[in-house]
């Protein structure tokens, strides 16, 4: 089985530039959500869809963040315009459905803003 | 502050040795996990414990669950060079499965 998908895996960009990251999910599986893991900290959630329904967003900072799932299968994260403080990892999980509560990571994408 | 708190921060053992992470939490819990991370393979599900589960085993990871006390520890029996990783407690409120993980207990195995 395939695991979740992400790219770029390392991305620099310097303040104020635009930056996008991308996820597939194992197949099959309804939920996605995308983390953001600063250095020496747990991931902390930013967005969780259910098949293409936002469930959760409240922790993503939408005037420079957002996030898309169209189909229902993979996503897409944005910034614009990117701060100093976004340095981080943009880690991507899916589990299979709700309740299953076990989530699979990709590998992320690691994040410079200069 | 949500998440939870791993204890201690960090922890260096010699191999074959065994290693104990807690993890402390204020609010009530469905269920807890414990997930690993390294460099080499990521953040991986490890064990899942339910609330109305005191203790649970998979091969030589031990975790117990103390609801009344609101803490859990993850215990790894003989450890080994690869059990080099952060280890992070994730708790599951029971709200759309949203879990929240802590700050991780950075584990370093010598040789």
């Known amino acids: 089985e395939a695991g979740v998908a992400q790219s770029p895996r390392y991305k620099i960009i310097e303040k104020r530039q635009s930056v996008a990251f991308w996820c597939n999910p194992i197949s099959g599986h309804a939920t996605l959500y995308w983390y953001q893991q600063i250095l020496g900290q747990g991931p902390k959630l930013l967005i969780q869809?259910?098949?293409?329904?936002?469930?959760?967003d409240s922790q993503l900072p939408k005037d420079r963040f957002s996030a898309e799932r169209l189909k229902g299968v993979d996503s897409t994260l944005k910034i614009q315009p990117a701060k100093l403080e976004d340095s981080a990892v943009y880690l991507c999980?899916?589990?299979?459905?709700?309740?299953?509560?076990?989530?699979?990571f990709g590998p992320g994408t690691r994040l410079t803003v200069l | 502050s949500q998440q939870g708190e791993e204890d201690p921060q960090a922890l260096s053992i010699q191999e074959g040795e065994n290693a104990t992470m807690n993890c402390s939490y204020k609010t009530s819990i469905n269920n807890l996990q414990w997930y690993r991370q390294n460099s080499g393979r990521g953040l991986v599900h490890l064990i899942l414990i339910r609330s109305n589960e005191r203790e649970k085993h998979s091969g030589r990871l031990r975790v117990t669950l103390d609801t009344s006390k609101k803490s859990s520890s993850l215990l790894i029996t003989a450890s080994r060079a690869a059990d080099t990783a952060s280890y992070f407690c994730?708790?599951?409120?029971?709200?759309?499965?949203?879990?929240?993980f802590g700050k991780g207990t950075r584990l370093h195995i010598l040789p």
């Open positions: 869809f259910q098949n293409n329904g936002v469930v959760d």
């Open positions: 994730a708790r599951d409120l029971n709200r759309d499965d949203k879990i929240i």
């Open positions: 999980a899916s589990s299979i459905l709700q309740g299953s509560n076990e989530q699979f």
